[in-house]
């Protein structure tokens, strides 16, 4: 891929951020005692409520769904700021963020009691979010300045040692 | 300038070094962005810590002098963590020890509760191995389910103990009066907990506003009600399953019985005794006498029948006699729709009280009707607020007042606020009486009043008519 100094460096930091948010969001939600995203499912909207309603109400999926989303937000969060297994970090946030989306879709006519800020129709910061992790996802931004330069050149390296 | 610089320099350069020094800048390059997270987070981190210990200074320390009171926490479900966690803003406490059936979830999450709260305690799953054991208890909180509560609370009455134990004071009145007479025969203190005998606004509107300034002039109607929304019965995780042979030991047949006790027959008492038993007790004693009669309608019109037994659904009458006169006082609890959720109405031929528990909701209002003496002296003395002025409603407004119509009443505040969760001045008045500082607000005697008032309504709605209390039911 070829982009632009400015460019590579620019998504670089729009990695960073987005980042920083996971991370916080997650050490957020692990430091809160027995938080749940209970509350959040059971206000599912959309053709994929019934989907997040039956977790919500199964007792023995819902502490998984809790541990995932804490627990996945933090390992995203660490791997988009440090560009560790960057696609990888950014599929997962994608995916996350996706979920966060459709369980709660700002289409019209659906007035939520868990509220958010701002004004949105049909597009929301989690829609915004999720368009620039596809961004980071397809431009290897790990390996611009991140974790992923170091692996994917130790992982070079060996292979040519072992060739040479 | 285009470039491509995802490459690391070795492969661009195509030769077999394996990193260049670029590449180990760039790769290391957005790590002190996480040093600056972590830098934020601590300041975010320490900056709650600080509000919480400011919340926290707000309560006085214990004094040096106070002498710790050895508690145990003998059921530690949903009930027994509220409790707990207003026990926990107590000072001069010792929690030596916690007992639950539910070893794997309740037992595990209170006694972790209290390690962080750096307490020695001892987790138990069967509460006579706890008193075997904890010969240095003062007292014991008991939030167990209501079929368990006269066990529970003779036992430890009778190991010496000090019992708080939770409303309804037990599911039969046999149960209770037997708690009564281990409370008489031992000497031990015996706290029901009806919570709102030891609210401030509670006790604020009884002693000064009913009692002293008789601000709601002859109380002739009384109405209050608890709404809540449907709710899906309570589970458990596969892997928190109690094996069945504890379940049976401890009387239950199921799971699903030992999480939602509160809806079976023999278990618990149903919505009218979870919910209405606190409002009907602050009837009682607001009014100042019991009930002569009582009927009710009521029944099982919305859940499942094969996994609730007790009466979704009771609306109830209650007759009074009151030292001034005639009362009659309705009461309702349904559990398919929330709407207006819950507060208690007191209607005087001078005023008006509404009231609840909440803070948020209905949390003390007085109005006064046109005709009553003015309430100056009373707004003088901070009894109540100055009367709201509520303005005329929309001028667009087209409907007109018909000369018939009463004008609607000035509408004061009860200026008492808790700040504290609700159950902490009732435990708190306990363990002043342990102390000897205090004397109980709700004693076994009142307790059991409260009893034989609020499982009546169960037999009328089972017997469909109209049934009469005689003044020694009351006496335990």
Redesign the interface.
């Given at each position: 891929?070829?982009?632009?100094?400015g460019a590579?460096f620019a998504i670089?930091v729009l990695r960073?951020v987005i980042?920083?948010h996971f991370?916080?969001e997650g050490?957020a939600k692990l430091?809160t005692p027995a938080w749940s995203a209970a509350g959040y499912l059971q206000q599912a909207r959309g053709p994929f409520a019934f989907f997040f309603r039956s977790l919500a109400?199964d007792?023995?999926l819902l502490?998984w769904v809790n541990q995932v989303t804490m627990w996945g937000l933090v390992a995203v969060g660490?791997g988009l700021?440090?560009?560790c297994f960057t696609r990888f970090a950014s599929l997962g946030g994608i995916v996350l963020i996706l979920m966060f989306y459709l369980c709660n879709p700002p289409f019209v006519g659906y007035f939520y009691a868990i509220p958010t800020e701002g004004s949105y129709l049909v597009v929301n910061k989690n829609l915004v979010e999720l368009a620039a992790l596809v961004v980071v996802f397809l431009t290897?931004s790990g390996?611009?300045?991140?974790?992923?330069?170091?692996?994917?050149?130790?992982v070079?390296?060996?292979g040519?040692?072992v060739?040479? | 300038?285009?470039?491509?610089?995802?490459?690391?320099?070795?492969?661009a350069a195509g030769s077999?070094?394996?990193?260049?020094r670029r590449?180990?800048l760039?790769?290391?390059?957005?790590?002190p962005?996480?040093g600056l997270?972590g830098y934020a987070?601590q300041k975010q981190?320490s900056y709650e810590q600080r509000q919480r210990q400011a919340a926290e200074a707000v309560r006085p320390a214990a004094p040096a002098d106070l002498e710790p009171i050895d508690v145990a926490l003998v059921g530690a479900g949903a009930q027994g963590q509220v409790l707990l966690d207003a026990m926990l803003r107590i000072p001069g406490l010792r929690f030596r020890a916690v007992c639950d059936i539910w070893t794997d979830f309740n037992l595990r999450r209170a006694v972790n509760t209290l390690k962080k709260y750096k307490f020695e305690v001892t987790g138990y799953e069967d509460y006579r191995q706890l008193l075997d054991q904890e010969k240095e208890l003062d007292a014991v909180v008991i939030a167990t389910p209501d079929f368990w509560h006269a066990p529970h609370t003779v036992a430890c009455l009778e190991a010496g103990k000090h019992v708080y134990c939770e409303k309804e004071m037990s599911n039969t009145l046999e149960g209770a009066s037997r708690m009564v007479a281990a409370a008489r025969a031992t000497g031990k203190l015996l706290q029901i907990g009806h919570q709102r005998r030891s609210n401030p606004r509670y006790l604020h509107c009884h002693d000064k506003l009913l009692g002293e300034a008789k601000l709601l002039g002859r109380i002739v109607t009384v109405n209050g009600q608890w709404n809540r929304a449907v709710a899906?019965d309570l589970?458990?995780?596969?892997?928190y399953q109690i094996p069945e042979a504890r379940l049976k030991q401890f009387g239950f047949r199921s799971m699903h019985e030992f999480r939602n006790w509160r809806w079976y027959k023999g278990k618990g008492g149903g919505p009218i005794v979870d919910l209405g038993s606190h409002q009907i007790d602050v009837y009682n004693w607001f009014l100042g006498a019991f009930p002569s009669h009582v009927m009710a309608s009521g029944g099982l019109d919305y859940h499942d029948p094969k996994t609730h037994e007790w009466y979704d659904t009771a609306m109830v009458v209650y007759e009074y006699e009151t030292a001034q006169g005639p009362a009659r006082a309705y009461y309702q609890t349904q559990t398919t729709n929330g709407s207006q959720g819950y507060f208690e109405n007191f209607m005087g031929d001078q005023g008006t009280l509404l009231i609840s528990e909440s803070e948020a909701n209905y949390p003390g209002r007085l109005y006064r009707d046109p005709n009553a003496p003015a309430w100056d002296e009373w707004i003088q003395k901070g009894y109540v607020t100055a009367p709201k002025i509520v303005e005329k409603e929309a001028e667009e407004d087209p409907s007109v007042l018909d000369v018939r119509e009463s004008v609607s009443p000035d509408e004061h505040r009860v200026p008492v606020v808790l700040r504290d969760p609700y159950h902490q001045p009732h435990l708190e008045n306990f363990f002043d009486a342990i102390r000897g500082k205090a004397r109980l607000n709700c004693p076994a005697e009142v307790g059991y009043e409260s009893a034989v008032t609020v499982l009546k309504v169960n037999e009328a709605i089972e017997a469909k008519q109209r049934l009469s209390f005689r003044p020694e039911d009351f006496k335990a």
């Open positions: 891929m070829t982009l632009s100094r590579a670089v960073v980042g920083w991370l916080y050490l430091q109400a007792a023995n502490p660490l700021v440090l560009g290897r390996h611009v300045a991140g974790l992923d330069r170091i692996i994917h050149g130790l070079r390296g060996r040519r040692l060739q040479a | 300038m285009a470039v491509d610089d995802t490459k690391p320099e070795a492969e077999g070094r394996k990193l260049g590449d180990v760039l790769g290391l390059s957005t790590v962005a996480l997270f987070w981190r899906p589970g458990a995780p596969d892997r």
